[in-house]
């Protein structure tokens, strides 16, 4: 099994900006392509970002120009860098592998929450 551990959540400002990173226990062949997702109060887990191996991303059209994802294979961790935030973009964050690979189980997630 794999565990992750999100961190960098806050409460922030509309318009500011957070750095979210995800730590992973051990590395697999699942995690070749790692995604975040998030969960807004009330609603189902969405797909945000998406980071290859070889560092190509795809980003939701919600998100896309505002957050950057990245990752540093050496250190196991994936980063989501999020700037112009909105009230909408107030979730839980979660990381973990990409759509179409083996889900591990979600770890506990980094609240973000962005006041108007």
């Known amino acids: 099994q794999v565990q992750f551990v999100e961190s960098g959540g806050a409460l922030v400002q509309a318009g500011g900006s957070l750095r979210l990173s995800c730590k992973a226990s051990r590395i697999t062949v699942a995690m070749n392509t790692m995604a975040w997702y998030r969960q807004p109060p009330g609603k189902q887990r969405e797909l945000i970002a998406t980071i290859t191996n070889g560092g190509r991303t795809n980003h939701a059209d919600s998100v896309k120009g505002r957050f950057t994802m990245s990752r540093d294979n050496a250190e196991s961790t994936w980063y989501l860098q999020m700037n112009n935030l909105k009230p909408e973009d107030t979730a839980v964050y979660f990381c973990?592998?990409?759509?179409?690979?083996?889900?591990?189980?979600y770890g506990p997630g980094t609240q973000v929450t962005v006041s108007s």
């Open positions: 973990n592998t990409a759509p179409g690979r083996y889900r591990y189980s």
